[in-house]
């Protein structure tokens, strides 16, 4: 088992900058491809960011590339996005989720019910 806890939210301005962190304990992220999701009021949960096991490989929504960096440091189980430049229409709560490294290779990285672990999220509020 993975357990996964989101930190780094918070309210912020339209222009501002947040990290997200996802601190993972049961195992080790080393073998895990790790997705960054959101999910706004009265919306359906959306793919943000995906980055394999490695780090090699990172994918991002059209929506916030450019403007969003996932990145991951082993050593410390944790998972980071970065996310700079926000918009209203950033505000959601933000979910870390991992899932068998073969979600980065395939391309099935957008895929929600293919990840095996989620965290509980955190709330991102951008005021305009």
């Known amino acids: 088992q993975v357990q996964l806890v989101e930190s780094g939210g918070g309210l912020v301005q339209a222009g501002g900058s947040l990290r997200l962190s996802c601190a993972a304990s049961?195992?080790?992220?080393?073998?895990?491809?790790m997705g960054w999701f959101r999910q706004a009021p009265g919306k359906e949960r959306e793919f943000v960011a995906c980055?394999?096991?490695?780090?090699?490989?990172?994918y991002y929504a059209d929506s916030v590339k450019g403007r969003f960096t996932i990145s991951r440091d082993n050593a410390k189980n944790t998972v980071y996005l970065q996310i700079d430049s926000l918009k209203p229409e950033d505000t959601a709560v933000y979910f870390c989720a991992a899932g068998p490294n073969l979600l980065a290779v395939s391309g099935s990285y957008y895929e929600g019910p293919r990840y095996s672990y989620w965290g509980q999220g955190t709330q991102v509020t951008v005021s305009s």
């Open positions: 049961g195992r080790t992220l080393n073998s895990y491809a």
């Open positions: 980055i394999s096991s490695s780090g090699g490989r990172t």
